[in-house]
């Protein structure tokens, strides 16, 4: 039985080792399926040679995410969307790596080192809380916040992130477009490496984005990729406050 479809030729050099024979998809999709589609094992598996790259890229992380999110997975492919072929691996980190904030990079002065996280749950009714109200009838899943607390005169912080369905075809993208929005001019997606807008700049986020973060007014800051990828990063109030503002 032929368990990947899709055969991938090595691309590499000839004095590749692997052109002497390598294993073959099916049991390479056997050996990492017995290992629940390991992350850290993907990732050093793909630095072996452009032939295993290219299957992890377009085989391993492919079925990484299907079993990390396959309701978020389903939704995002849903309609004929397509937004995740090709970028399997930038989503997988994604679901997996809290980018943090380098200092002097897209949040300023911030700095929270990046760090891989266990688990993290991702929901498309938080996201309608960042989508400006023109866009709402975007998709767009948002994580809950990854939390660094006590960060000197920063206080609390809770780093974000996620991924829009069908970005390519989306109000949010149009709506960027029309005001010319500029993208930023030195840092780009820490997940695709694309080009990234910054959505408070364009004053785009809605209050409904503090409140659903339980972050300050206007301290939520987030950015856009072409790829529909989403980072971002709001000041969290005192547990007890947080509270009240989720009754109100």
């Not at 590749?16 to 049991?27: F, P, Q, W």
């Not at 080192?113 to 989508?131: E, I, K, N, Y």
């Amino acid at each position: 039985m032929v368990l990947v479809f899709k055969q991938h030729r090595c691309t590499h050099s000839a004095s590749c080792v692997c052109i002497k024979g390598h294993l073959s998809e099916d049991a390479l999709y056997l050996v990492f399926r017995h290992m629940n589609w390991n992350p850290r094992l993907i990732a050093i598996l793909s630095c072996v040679c452009k032939w295993f790259d290219e299957v992890a890229k377009q085989v391993l992380w492919k079925e990484f995410c299907n079993a990390r999110a396959p309701k978020m997975m389903l939704d995002l492919h849903s309609g004929g969307s397509h937004i995740v072929d090709g970028n399997w691996k930038a989503l997988g980190k994604l679901l997996i790596y809290c980018n943090g904030c380098p200092k002097g990079g897209l949040f300023n002065n911030i700095h929270v080192p990046g760090h891989f996280v266990f688990r993290t749950r991702f929901s498309r009714t938080a996201g309608r809380s960042f989508l400006p109200l023109p866009c709402k009838s975007d998709v767009l899943y948002v994580s809950d916040p990854c939390e660094h607390l006590d960060q000197g005169d920063e206080g609390d912080l809770g780093f974000f992130r996620g991924i829009f369905k069908s970005f390519a075809t989306s109000r949010v993208k149009k709506m960027l477009i029309e005001k010319q929005a500029k993208f930023h001019p030195t840092e780009s997606c820490p997940y695709c490496k694309a080009k990234l807008w910054n959505m408070f700049q364009e004053n785009m986020i809605q209050g409904s984005a503090s409140a659903r973060l339980g972050a300050y007014d206007d301290s939520v800051e987030y950015f856009v990729c072409l790829n529909g990828h989403v980072i971002g990063l709001g000041t969290l109030l005192p547990l007890s406050d947080s509270e009240e503002a989720a009754d109100e």
